[in-house]
Every structure is written in structure tokens, then in C-alpha cells.
């Protein structure tokens, strides 16, 4: 069965000392415990979201038209494209 994933967003900046990509969602919602699917040139990696910071504070949701930084184990790219895997 195919996953089916939504394009949410694109990596901004990506912070490597922190593990943090600056997200800015495009459409639709990301809240934390969703499965999101980061790709880019030589990024391809899943992961869950365990926190999201708006303005640097912790929040459980962002919306479209947020610029936020989520926590990340893979390393990603400006550019890179975030799916939301529905």
C-alpha cells in the first residue's frame, strides 16, 4: 500500500549544531506526533515530530503562513520539500 503525503512545506534554513530545520508551511497544518517525509536533492528521510517552536516558543500546532523551527535527526537542505504523510 502507498503512503499518501501532502507537500506542507520547505526547509528555510537548517540549524546542523541543533538539529533544527526553519520550516515555513506553505498550506495545510503540522502538529507535533505527525509523520512528516523530508526530500530534497540528497535528503530522503521520515520522521515523527516531537516539537515545533513559533517565535522560540514550544507550541503543539503550526499553521500555514508560520515560519517555525522543528526538531530533526536527519540533516536537511535549504529547499528541501516537507510532505505530511497523511
Do not use: P
Amino acid at each position: 500500500m502507498e503512503k499518501k503525503e501532502e507537500e506542507i512545506g520547505v526547509i528555510k534554513h537548517y540549524y546542523n549544531h541543533i538539529n533544527v530545520a526553519g520550516v515555513v508551511i506553505a498550506k495545510g497544518a503540522l502538529k507535533v506526533g505527525d509523520k512528516i517525509h523530508v526530500k530534497g536533492h540528497t535528503t530522503d528521510f521520515e520522521e515523527t515530530i516531537s516539537a515545533i517552536e513559533l517565535d522560540h516558543k514550544s507550541v503543539t500546532e503550526a499553521k500555514a503562513g508560520d515560519d517555525v523551527g522543528i526538531k530533526v535527526v536527519g540533516k536537511c537542505r535549504e529547499h528541501d520539500k516537507v510532505y505530511k504523510i497523511l
